[in-house]
């Protein structure tokens, strides 16, 4: 080969952000009512569901809220652009481990940093929600950056 550079190109993924927007509506309403009932165990639930999700099962509780009810109900539509679905995984498992914790602490009689992580997870689902920024994302996207092993998604440009 004569100074030529072959690239390999990589096809181009997809994400429905509707999707994940449906996930992150019903993290912040279960949480919201686990706080106001005082309940581990909605906590718990939107823990498995997050964790599911960040595994990408088939059986999430998110997924198939949206792909089962929600979506043929024509409630919403599809939003589908080029995206990775890596970092919201990502961004899925922090909120799963920290409900998760927060599950382990209220079980074992201590609030106050339980529903600190409940709300934190709040907050951030909310950040997603309203001003589509995920915080989770952003920082898969650099730790992608600095190489550490595990993180081997860019962002896709355009």
Not at 16 to 24: N, W, Y
Request: hydrophobic share 55%; charged share 10%; glycine share 8%.
């Amino acid at each position: 080969m004569s100074g030529e550079i072959i690239m390999a190109t990589e096809t181009l993924r997809k994400v429905d952000q509707t999707g994940l927007r449906v996930g992150q509506a019903a993290t912040i309403i279960l949480l919201l009512l686990g706080f106001v009932l005082n309940s581990w165990l909605l906590v718990v639930l939107v823990a498995i569901a997050q964790l599911l999700s960040a595994f990408d099962a088939p059986f999430a509780p998110y997924r198939l809220l949206y792909q089962r009810v929600i979506k043929p109900l024509g409630v919403v539509r599809p939003n589908v652009i080029n995206d990775n679905p890596e970092p919201h995984r990502f961004a899925q498992l922090l909120g799963g481990l920290m409900n998760g914790v927060a599950t382990v602490l209220l079980l074992a009689g201590v609030p106050t940093p339980a529903w600190v992580l409940v709300w934190v997870v709040i907050a951030l689902a909310n950040l997603n929600f309203w001003l589509n920024f995920c915080l989770g994302c952003w920082m898969y996207y650099q730790l992608n950056r600095l190489g550490v092993p595990g993180f081997t998604r860019a962002p896709v440009e355009g």
